[in-house]
């Protein structure tokens, strides 16, 4: 359970969504931020290139989907541990169907057995918030989903917004603008080494757009219409801070990433997943009557799951 401040902290950190956002700002000012990555230097096309196009003296690119193909890239190199960072503008206008994404994987070199880190964003109709989607597994065990879903405090089709995956031996943190949204610890219960449910081996980076329909908006309930598109996704801000596979690399490669969290950073995150998480597998009683091993319950958080999705969360 994460220590506090002081109640005052609390009732600000939880119930103003402003005060998120200055928070990440101050945060992101105080942080030392790595050098970014030209996308050619960094990434190459990864399926429909006509579609992946690099701009602003190649510190951006935009990839896009349309009545031909969808596209996507992947990084150059693959890492075993690191800090990746991206600025990403999703689509505007409506957009249900239409998933971007910003993960790791190593389902080339590994399709039977692959790891994968991901942030999913599940399209969007009038009225209502874009859903964010994070997931991982190890070892290809897609079997064992460990997915959340949470809104967020500003329209991300409207303007840039930071977003980063910290993947280390035993920590992933997924941020967003510089505010840790979770947090997972391996446990001895996942497994070690290649075998593991956590992931372990190498990976890549990778950025999508593509067709999610029969799940991604309302569980497939809104379907994409492509009268709208093209749908474009904008990435810039590139930051590959990691170390390399087949490299040695020192003890700072890619940042902490065997720490903790901070206890400001812990504040701040659950903060948001007590008025922003709107899924999570570790409640799921219907999914999993015995939550996986990495979960630690919190019941504040699921007192707000269950005012949300009284069904599926019980009283």
Not at 241 to 249: R, S
Request: charged share 25%.
């Amino acid at each position: 359970m994460a220590e506090f401040f002081s109640a005052v902290v609390i009732v600000a950190v939880i119930c103003s969504s402003s005060n998120l956002l200055q928070s990440s700002e101050a945060a992101d000012q105080n942080r030392i931020t790595p050098s970014r990555i030209s996308f050619n230097k960094g990434f190459k096309a990864l399926y429909g290139e006509a579609n992946v196009i690099p701009y602003e003296d190649d510190g951006s690119v935009d990839i896009s989907m349309d009545g031909t193909t969808s596209s996507g890239f992947h990084s150059r190199q693959m890492y075993v541990n690191g800090n990746f960072e991206t600025s990403l503008k999703l689509p505007s206008s409506y957009t249900a169907g239409v998933v971007v994404t910003f993960y790791t994987s190593n389902n080339q070199k590994y399709p039977y057995r692959h790891d994968e880190i991901d942030f999913e964003f599940l399209g969007h109709i009038g009225g209502k918030n874009w859903t964010v989607q994070t997931n991982f597994y190890g070892n290809g065990r897609v079997d064992r989903g460990r997915e959340e879903r949470y809104g967020l405090w500003f329209d991300p089709s409207e303007d840039y917004h930071r977003y980063r995956i910290r993947w280390g031996p035993n920590r992933i943190t997924y941020y967003v603008d510089d505010v840790p949204i979770r947090h997972v610890r391996r446990v001895p219960a996942m497994g070690m080494g290649a075998e593991a449910d956590f992931p372990s081996k190498e990976m890549r980076l990778y950025g999508t757009i593509w067709n999610g329909s029969d799940w991604a908006t309302g569980g497939g309930k809104y379907k994409m219409d492509l009268s709208y598109g093209p749908f474009v996704a904008k990435y810039s801000g590139f930051v590959l801070d990691g170390c390399p596979f087949n490299e040695t690399c020192s003890s700072g490669s890619g940042g902490d990433v065997n720490g903790d969290l901070t206890r400001e950073e812990r504040v701040k995150m659950n903060g948001f997943r007590r008025k922003w998480m709107n899924y999570s597998y570790c409640y799921d009683k219907t999914r999993y009557a015995v939550p996986l091993p990495e979960c630690v319950f919190n019941s504040r958080e699921l007192r707000h799951l269950q005012k949300l999705h009284p069904t599926t969360y019980g009283h």
